[in-house]
């Protein structure tokens, strides 16, 4: 059974550009999970997506968006991106929340804003 | 608002037991999971705890103490390849997991 893939695995943008990374889901998964990895700071909640709705958003701007398509998959839009975007945006993929439910991670898409 | 605070760098030696800490601040909690990540690799689950008590699996176990809003995960018999970053995470109503900023464990010989 494939994991969790997201595309490309490394982008390099420009400040003010907009970037888009994508997700697929484990087959089965209906939830989607977006994490920041900035350099010690941990996990940084995102967004979540599930059954094609945004489900609950982190404490981040509104310049960070996304969606999830009828088939599960997801990708995530940053858009005016600026220095400090730099960072390992991971997925993650869940069945339906409930308690105990597992995230499977992606690898991630490591973004670099120069 | 939620919070977790954990060691950021823990050291030990091949063999040794190693704990890493963990507490929270949360409402709506569920439960709290444990993930280990590599360096370059991502994030994979390693044990949940709803209840208070220990949870054991294989050379590591997980604790809960819910009124101390507390736990940790503890590492046994410990081999090089457990070098890693350790994240817990607490499951809440409404929302999706969040993390902790991570424990680094450096294993040596």
């Known amino acids: 059974e494939a994991g969790v893939t997201q595309s490309p695995t490394h982008l390099i943008k420009t400040r003010g550009q907009q970037a888009t990374l994508r997700c697929s889901p484990i087959?089965?998964?209906?939830?989607v999970y977006w994490y920041q990895q900035a350099l010690g700071l941990g996990l940084q909640f995102l967004l979540w997506?599930?059954?094609?709705?945004?489900?609950n958003r982190g404490n981040f701007p509104p310049r960070f968006s996304g969606r999830q398509f009828p088939n599960y998959s997801s990708e995530l839009n940053v858009n005016a991106l600026e220095l400090e975007d730099s960072a390992l945006y991971l997925c993650?993929?869940?069945?339906?929340?409930?308690?105990?439910?597992?995230?499977?991670f992606g690898q991630g898409t490591r973004l670099t804003v120069v | 608002g939620q919070s977790l605070e954990q060691p950021s760098e823990v050291t030990a030696v091949e063999g040794a037991i190693v704990q890493i800490n963990c507490t929270y601040q949360?409402?709506?909690?569920?439960?709290l999971s444990w993930y280990q990540q590599h360096d370059g690799g991502a994030p994979t689950f390693l044990s949940y705890?709803?209840?208070?008590g220990l949870e054991e699996t294989g050379r590591f176990s997980s604790f809960l103490s819910r009124s101390d809003s507390y736990g940790y995960l503890l590492l046994q018999e410990l081999q090089m390849k457990d070098s890693a970053s350790y994240f817990c995470?607490?499951?809440?109503?409404?929302?999706?997991?969040?993390f902790g900023k991570g424990t680094t464990l450096s294993v040596s010989s």
């Open positions: 087959s089965g998964h209906t939830s």
């Open positions: 995470a607490v499951e809440q109503a409404g929302t999706a997991l969040i």
């Open positions: 949360t409402s709506g909690f569920y439960g």
């Open positions: 997506y599930d059954e094609g709705e945004e489900r």
């Open positions: 705890n709803a209840l208070d």
């Open positions: 993650a993929s869940s069945r339906s929340q409930g308690r105990n439910t597992e995230a499977f």
